[in-house]
């Protein structure tokens, strides 16, 4: 047996937003619990020559035979986290179709989750907007997450987002945490009826993205212009706390 280590995200035109995973990846894997073992950073789309099957050929001629895949996404209401497991040859959890053609691999699988409401993430994300708070007991956060129209991922994305935000809203005392997605595009609505049922409250807004880009830095504010809001559109990376759930995620499989 030779264990190896696939992680896959989503991919970016922006070199900032695949320089970040790089290098969130390639901490983990220097991890003494993992040391040793091949780690591979792919990608869905975008990246040339580093998508999901270049990963899959590149560990095998290493000589894996247990793969671990990893998928560094943020909830497992993606659709693509389906689908790229439907392309492993996994079962999908809903009438959707995947359009990713079969991989081709020899390794044994494990396929493994995505982040969702990891309480490590939570207190990352707290850190970040600490700088806009400054009466907590008077202030609102609207997580923002992308979302999905599909019932099933949907539900997935909102569970999710709102175990989340209840988990910030107690690590740092605020008022009440609300989220809203941009797939179906909620977040104005719900950011003025947050603030129609409750004027006195300040909102905070959280960007729930693994990495700052085009949502956090364009569709975001698009959505909320001309609306009253604290934003920073700081994502998760770059933060220890995105290896340490990688190590986690890794050293667990290797243990058993």
Do not use: C
């Amino acid at each position: 047996m030779k264990p190896g280590i696939l992680v896959v995200s989503h991919g970016s035109r922006e070199t900032e937003w695949v320089r970040l995973v790089d290098a969130a990846v390639e901490a983990a894997a220097a991890s003494p619990s993992v040391a040793g073992v091949p780690v591979v950073s792919s990608f869905l789309e975008i990246v040339e020559g580093r998508l999901i099957q270049d990963g899959i050929d590149e560990l095998e001629r290493m000589g894996v035979t247990d793969m671990l895949v990893v998928p560094l996404f943020i909830s497992s209401g993606s659709t693509h986290v389906d689908e790229i497991g439907q392309a492993f040859g996994l079962p999908r959890i809903s009438d959707l179709e995947g359009d990713l053609s079969m991989f081709r691999f020899n390794a044994k699988l494990r396929y493994g989750k995505p982040i969702d409401a990891d309480p490590e993430i939570a207190e990352l994300l707290a850190a970040n907007i600490a700088e806009l708070s400054t009466d907590p007991a008077r202030e609102a956060l609207l997580l923002i997450g992308h979302g999905s129209k599909e019932k099933v991922f949907h539900d997935r994305w909102r569970e999710g987002l709102s175990l989340l935000g209840e988990r910030l809203r107690s690590l740092g005392g605020y008022a009440r945490a609300e989220s809203a997605m941009l797939l179906p595009d909620q977040a104005a609505a719900k950011l003025k009826a947050m603030q129609a049922e409750r004027p006195g409250e300040a909102v905070i807004v959280v960007p729930i993205f693994l990495s700052s880009g085009y949502f956090t830095n364009k569709v975001i504010p698009s959505r909320l212009e001309g609306l009253d809001y604290r934003y920073n559109g700081q994502a998760m990376l770059p933060h220890p706390a995105v290896e340490r759930w990688l190590v986690r995620q890794m050293t667990e499989w290797l243990l058993h």
